[in-house]
């Protein structure tokens, strides 16, 4: 199965996520097979980035999202919404 999860990176205390496209039999921080975004825990979430049309290609393709990322993406597309306005 095809996940929509985040993936750890940067140093102890001061974890830095990418947003990323991986099989669920992978390690967390293994291999993927594409990343999407990135997010800064220490900034605002809408902060994150995310390529948008990648997502919705994925989840087309039938990609489950895990829940953490799911939180972040609805707050993302949250923020953008309201600029928009």
């Avoid at 669920?24 to 220490?42: A, H, L, T, V």
């Avoid at 919705?56 to 993406?73: C, D, F, M």
Wanted: aromatic share 8%; charged share 30%.
């Amino acid at each position: 199965m095809v996940k929509v999860r985040l993936a750890r990176f940067g140093a102890k205390k001061h974890p830095y996520y990418h947003i990323v496209v991986t099989d669920s039999d992978n390690r967390r921080d293994g291999r993927f097979i594409e990343e999407i975004g990135k997010y800064d825990p220490s900034k605002p979430m809408t902060d994150a980035t995310l390529d948008e049309a990648r997502l919705a290609y994925w989840v087309n393709e039938g990609a489950q999202i895990s829940v953490t990322a799911a939180r972040v993406l609805r707050v993302k597309k949250a923020a953008t919404a309201a600029a928009a306005s």
